[in-house]
C-alpha cells in the first residue's frame, strides 16, 4: 500500500463531505471512507484534526483517484468569500464552508446517477443505482464492494435486463445507448459548453442529469441542479405557490460559474434550517 499525506487547498471537512457518499462501491464508517477504485483495489481516506486528510491506495494511480473523488485540489474560498452574504447561502458558507461534492471515480457512474435520480426520490434511486452495480460489476475479494462502473460494464447488458435492477426502460435505454456509443472519460478532456452540448443532445437527457454529471463525474462546479426536486420545492416556499422545474434555473443564475457547488450548498443548507423563508427565520 502506498500513503499519502494531503494538505487540502481551501476549507475543506472530510466528515461534512462524505455526510451521503456512500454507495454499492465505497463506505463510510467513523469518518474514515473506504472506496473501490476504477484502477484497480481499494483505498482509504480520513482527516486528521490538523486538516491534513491521510490516504491509502495500492498505487499512486490510487492516490490520484482518491484526490480527485474527494476534489481535495479544488479550492473553493473565492465562493465562500463571494456568497458569504448571499440570502439564501450566506449563513451556510460560514456554518459548512468545508462542505465539497464527493466525486464517482469514472464518468460512466455519475452517468448511472443521473439516469437512476431522474423524477423519483433519492432514496429509491440510489437502491435502484446500487442494484444496477451489484448486477453489472465484480465484488472486490474481502470486501462488500463492487468495482465503479464503467461504460463497459454498464453497456454490456440489454435494457430488459437492468429493467430487472428496477430501472424504468426508458432510463435503461438511454444508459445503454450513451455507453455504447459515447467515450464517456473523454468529456473530462473537453471544455464546458463541449461536454454539455454532447450530453444534451442526447434523448433522456436533461440539465439536471447533466447537472449531476458535471459535479460528480466531471469535477466542475459550473452547471447547477435545474430542476432538482429540493431546490423546486424550495424556490416554491420562496415564491408561495408549486413551481416547475425550469425556474429552478432563475434561482441558479445568480452564481454563475458557481452554479453547481451552489446547487449543493442551497440544498444543504435547506436541510439544515439555514436559509430564510417568508415568515421564518434561518436555525
Known amino acids: 500500500m502506498i500513503s499519502a499525506a494531503i494538505r487540502p487547498r481551501g476549507p475543506f ?9 456512500g454507495d454499492a462501491t465505497r463506505t463510510v464508517t467513523d469518518g474514515v471512507l473506504v ?7 481499494a483505498g482509504r481516506a480520513w482527516q486528521q484534526a490538523n486538516g491534513t486528510v491521510q490516504l491509502r491506495a495500492p498505487s499512486e494511480a490510487g492516490i490520484e483517484e482518491l484526490r480527485f473523488v474527494l476534489a481535495l485540489e479544488d479550492d473553493h474560498s473565492e465562493f465562500l468569500k463571494r456568497f458569504a452574504r448571499d440570502p439564501l447561502i450566506g449563513e451556510a458558507t460560514g456554518r459548512i464552508r468545508g462542505l465539497r461534492p464527493v466525486r464517482t471515480p469514472t464518468v460512466a457512474h455519475a452517468l448511472l446517477r443521473a439516469v437512476c435520480g431522474q423524477l423519483i426520490q433519492a432514496k429509491r434511486a440510489r437502491a435502484i443505482e446500487r442494484s444496477v452495480i451489484r448486477a453489472t ?13 464503467d461504460c463497459a460494464s454498464l453497456g454490456r447488458l440489454a435494457p430488459v435486463e437492468l429493467r430487472r435492477s428496477g430501472l424504468g426502460m426508458r432510463r435503461a435505454a438511454t444508459l445503454v445507448r450513451l455507453c455504447r456509443s459515447v467515450e464517456l472519460e473523454r468529456l473530462r478532456a473537453q471544455p464546458s459548453a463541449a461536454a454539455a452540448d454532447r450530453l444534451l443532445r442526447e434523448r433522456g437527457l436533461g440539465p439536471w442529469s ?13 452547471r447547477g441542479l435545474v430542476a432538482d426536486l429540493g431546490l423546486v420545492k424550495l424556490l416554491s416556499a420562496m415564491r408561495g405557490r408549486w413551481v416547475e422545474g ?18 449543493v450548498y442551497l440544498l444543504a443548507a435547506s436541510g439544515l434550517g439555514l ?7 434561518a436555525a
Open 275 to 281: 436559509v430564510s423563508l417568508p415568515g421564518t427565520a
Open 13 to 21: 471537512s472530510l466528515r461534512l463531505s462524505l455526510r451521503h457518499a
Open 137 to 149: 460489476t465484480p465484488t472486490l475479494q474481502g470486501t462488500p464492494l463492487n468495482a465503479p462502473p
Open 210 to 222: 447533466v447537472g449531476v454529471v458535471f459535479l460528480e463525474g466531471l469535477g466542475r462546479y459550473d
Open 246 to 263: 425550469w425556474e429552478t434555473a432563475e434561482l441558479l443564475e445568480p452564481y454563475g460559474e458557481w452554479a453547481g457547488l451552489a446547487s
Open 35 to 41: 472506496a473501490a477504485l476504477a484502477c484497480g483495489g
